[in-house]
């Protein structure tokens, strides 16, 4: 089992940035895929950014450009950049992961078997 747990979050001003980070229970970085999704009110869950076992990172094309997904695996923490943030990004952003044996990173939502609690971000005009 593992425990995600999230912190950061709040309000932000259109054009700001957000960090968010994500502290895992033991050391995962090496043995599953984390990925950060978010979902806004009325639409589906969706992928943000996600990191494999080996380091390689995937931004989805809405965040690409705007985006750095990271991890410090000294602090089992995973981290989630925004920046030149927009209204549309408004959402509550989950943070998960799934064991990962034979490598790979898939974007499903139903893949993930950890979820972090989550956390509203909100971005203002």
């Known amino acids: 089992q593992v425990q995600l747990v999230q912190s950061g979050g709040g309000s932000v001003q259109s054009g700001g940035s957000l960090r968010l980070p994500c502290a895992a229970s033991?050391?995962?970085?090496?043995?599953?895929?984390q990925a950060w999704f978010r979902q806004a009110p009325g639409k589906e869950r969706e992928v943000v950014a996600a990191?494999?076992?080996?380091?390689?990172?995937t931004l989805t094309t809405s965040s690409k450009g705007r985006t750095t997904i990271s991890q410090n695996a000294d602090k089992n923490t995973m981290y989630l950049q925004m920046d030149r943030l927009i209204p549309e990004d408004t959402a509550v952003y989950y943070c998960?992961?799934?064991?990962?044996?034979?490598?790979?990173?898939?974007?499903?939502?139903?893949?993930?078997?950890?979820w972090g609690q989550g956390t509203q971000i909100t971005v203002g005009n």
């Open positions: 998960a992961a799934y064991a990962t044996p034979s490598g790979g990173c898939r974007m499903r939502p139903n893949d993930f078997q950890f």
């Open positions: 033991r050391p995962i970085s090496s043995s599953h895929c």
């Open positions: 990191i494999s076992n080996r380091g390689i990172t």
